[in-house]
């Protein structure tokens, strides 16, 4: 079924899927995801056609407009949520990870339990909350939905570099 050189073309692209787009960005993982997708299924039709190579191209490109449309759309929806906490805590919130006490002022801000959550799942909570936290958090009123996010969820998502920062490419012959 594979021959070694689509083997290693295969488990290629599977590692840059899943480890090369470090980006905080839904448009540009999209992006690479649907290329590489893309690319996949575009050499397979190709393939049928006889022009393999085109195909892959032909399909990279569609993939990855595609992939950065969806990631885009996605990333507007991260900025509308944060921008209906913001106006209902009447201050900014923080990128960082969520944090019991910004639970907790949310919920009393009158923040739908969705949109905390939602929060909680984009940007990772600061720990995980203990024991003796979720009962502080249930007496602040916070929803049992809220704290089963935070429960949840991971870490922060790892940060890329900032936009605008220099790439540096080096060369090794």
């Not at 870490?155 to 080096?170: D, L």
Request: hydrophobic share 45%; with cysteine.
């Amino acid at each position: 079924m594979f021959t070694r050189p689509r083997f290693v073309l295969a488990l290629s692209w599977l590692c840059l899927a899943t480890f090369g787009c470090r980006s905080p960005y839904r448009a540009d993982q999209g992006a690479l995801v649907g290329g590489l997708g893309g690319a996949g299924l575009g050499a397979l039709i190709g393939k049928q056609s006889r022009n393999t190579g085109a195909g892959a191209v032909i399909g990279a490109a569609a993939g990855a407009l595609t992939g950065a449309a969806i990631g885009g759309e996605l990333d507007d929806i991260d900025a509308r949520n944060r921008a209906m906490i913001e106006q209902q805590l009447g201050r900014k919130v923080s990128a960082s990870a969520v944090t019991m006490q910004d639970a907790i002022s949310m919920t009393q801000a009158g923040v739908e339990d969705e949109l905390i959550a939602t929060h909680i799942r984009v940007h990772g909570v600061a720990a995980p909350p203990s024991a003796q936290q979720i009962i502080d958090l249930k007496q602040a009123g916070v929803s049992a939905k809220v704290i089963q996010a935070m429960q949840t969820a991971g870490p922060p998502p790892a940060a890329g570099p900032p936009p605008g920062a220099p790439v540096i490419i080096e060369e090794h012959y």
